[in-house]
Every structure is written in C-alpha cells, then in structure tokens.
C-alpha cells in the first residue's frame, strides 16, 4: 500500500525550476556538442581519466553494471513493476511509471536520430550500435532508477528512509553512467545529456502521478 505525498511537500514553483534548469543543461550541451562541436575540452579528459584504469576485470564488471540499464533489463524489470502495480490496483502510479518508461524510451530514440553524433573512437571495450547523443542507458536509468526511489519513498515515513532509497538510485545511476564512458561507447556529454533530459522527465512523470491521485481523491468525495 502506497502512502499518499502530504500537498505540503509538493512545491511546484521548485519543480518548474528545477525542470527548467535541467532542459537548459540539455540545450547547453547539445549546442556546445553537436552545433558547435566544442565539447572535447570536456570529453576527452574525462574519458582518458576513467580508460585509464581498464583491466579485463574491470572491464568484465563494467559490462555487467551496464546491462542495469540495458533495455532488455528496465523494460522486463518494468514489466514486473508494472504488472504488481497492476495488481494492488495503484493505477495513478501504473499510468505515471508507464509513461515514464515507454516515453524516456521514444524520446531517446527521436533525439539520437534528429542529433546523429557518432559513437566515440578512442578505445572501444564495448559493442554499442546506432548513435551516440543522448546517451539511452543514462536516460532511461535515470528514469527508472529514480522511479523506483520515489515508489519506494512512498512506503516510507521515515525522511532517513528515503534518502537511503535515492541514494541508492542515485549510485546505480552514476555507476551506469561511469560503465559506459569506460566501455568507449558514449561521451561523457552524451551521459550528461541524457541524465538531464531524464530527470526533467522523471519530474514531470511524478507531477503526473501527484496530478492523478489528486483528481482521483477530488473524484471520490463527491
């Protein structure tokens, strides 16, 4: 059972800002990446300061950490938390999660094939196909992941509680993030960009579920 967010903790005037910021962190690396192809200043270091470490075990483990954000794994994952959602009849929460999923996924796929920025060439330690910006794994992991901590954070009443909840999304999200610049299949502007743009999307997705169970309530009362 899925504790109801208290109308006090919801500010909207904070989530619009916080969405807007996200959007021009997105734009700002898209112009600085794809316009203007000035982003090697950001980029290349990065990459060199994590490929340097790469050994076969490494190696091995940063393939397995990216599968956790793999499409196979969030979409049979999502279709699990889907269906129990389902079953507990929570479907303001069924609706938001959907849409946050499906459409993380669509939106990725429209924005790589409007951007059409090649993969990175300098040490490839993993098979990736299709394009590069914005990064799929970073954005629907973001989504996911921090879903599942706001799900989670529903169930608890304990601030501590939630923190742990999103400290723990917030840790598999990087350490995704982390996995695929040392694989040489993304830049790290790619990771950026799609964990912003999946972060004003997630906040969007959780107004809609605050917008649903709102109105469901408003519906009961009369």
């Known amino acids: 059972m899925f504790y109801q967010p208290q109308n006090n903790s919801i500010n909207k005037k904070n989530i619009i800002m916080i969405n807007l910021l996200l959007i021009m962190i997105f734009l700002l690396i898209t112009t600085q990446t794809i316009y203007f192809k000035n982003i090697t200043w950001f980029d290349l270091p990065i990459i060199h300061f994590i490929q340097q470490y790469a050994l076969p075990v490494t190696t091995k483990l940063m393939k397995k950490i990216s599968i956790l954000g793999s499409d196979v794994f969030l979409a049979s994952i999502s279709f699990c938390i889907s269906i129990y959602l389902l079953y507990l009849r929570r479907f303001q929460l069924l609706v938001a999660f959907s849409t946050c999923m499906i459409f993380s996924g669509i939106f990725n796929f429209i924005l790589k094939n409007i951007f059409e920025r090649p993969r990175p060439e300098i040490l490839r330690l993993g098979k990736a196909t299709g394009y590069s910006f914005p990064s799929g794994h970073a ?3 973001i989504c996911f992941y921090l879903f599942l901590a706001f799900m989670i954070s529903l169930e608890c009443k304990k601030k501590s509680q939630k923190i742990i909840a999103y400290s723990i999304a917030i840790f598999f999200i990087v350490s995704i993030g982390i996995s695929r610049i040392y694989l040489g299949v993304h830049y790290p502007s790619d990771v950026l ?9 997630f906040l969007c997705c959780t107004t809609l579920y605050i917008w649903l169970l709102r109105r469901h309530t408003i519906n009961r009362s009369f």
């Not at 960009?193 to 999307?201: E, I, K, Q, V």
């Open 193 to 201: 960009a799609g964990y912003s743009f999946g972060a004003a999307w």
């Open 139 to 141: 954005m629907a992991g």
